[in-house]
């Protein structure tokens, strides 16, 4: 199985919202540049695929998918990731242990976490952003450009 995309979960997507018209490019810069590793820890399949999709078409991200909540932490140590976009309401291992999980691993301490759900509305989740350094809650659906947006102000190479 190809790691960069595992797919082992087999459920339907229930966002269609990621928007990729008229994004702009962020080009590595500088000799040596490299893009910005992105994980996805998500249990929806075909978002998991648009999500990867749409962010690759900017040549400054690098994306693997984990599907897959007890592969996450396996995942994420062969990818070393800047950042990790998470959805919070999974089976059987929800988001928050999965976070867990990492926070636990001296290797991932400093790592910022993208936190999706469906659970609360952006005005809801204003509350909770701010509160934790590296904890960001989104809304879901969410367009690309506000994603791309939380990725540039949290990851610096």
């Known amino acids: 199985m190809n790691p960069q995309f595992s797919t082992t979960a087999r459920e339907p997507a229930a966002c269609a ?6 994004e702009p ?8 540049a490299r893009r910005k590793r992105v994980l996805l820890i998500d249990k929806e399949v075909a978002f998991s695929r648009i999500l990867k999709m749409t ?7 690098e994306v ?20 990790i976009i998470l959805d919070v309401g999974m089976p059987h291992f929800d988001g928050d242990g999965v976070q867990a999980q990492f926070k636990a691993d001296p290797n991932f301490k400093e790592i910022p976490f993208l936190v999706l759900t469906t659970m609360a509305n ?3 989740l ?15 659906p969410v367009s690309a450009r ?12």
């Open 17 to 22: 919202a990621v928007e990729s018209k008229d």
């Open 25 to 32: 490019k962020h080009q590595p810069s500088g000799p040596g």
């Open 55 to 61: 962010l690759e078409l900017d040549p400054a991200y």
């Open 64 to 83: 693997w998918v984990e599907n897959d909540p007890h592969l996450a932490l396996a995942t994420g140590s062969k990818f070393s990731p800047d950042i």
């Open 122 to 124: 952006e005005k809801e």
């Open 126 to 140: 204003e509350e909770y952003n701010g509160r934790s350094e590296g904890l960001v809650y989104v809304a879901k």
């Open 146 to 157: 506000r994603l791309i947006d939380i990725i540039e102000k949290h990851v610096r190479l």
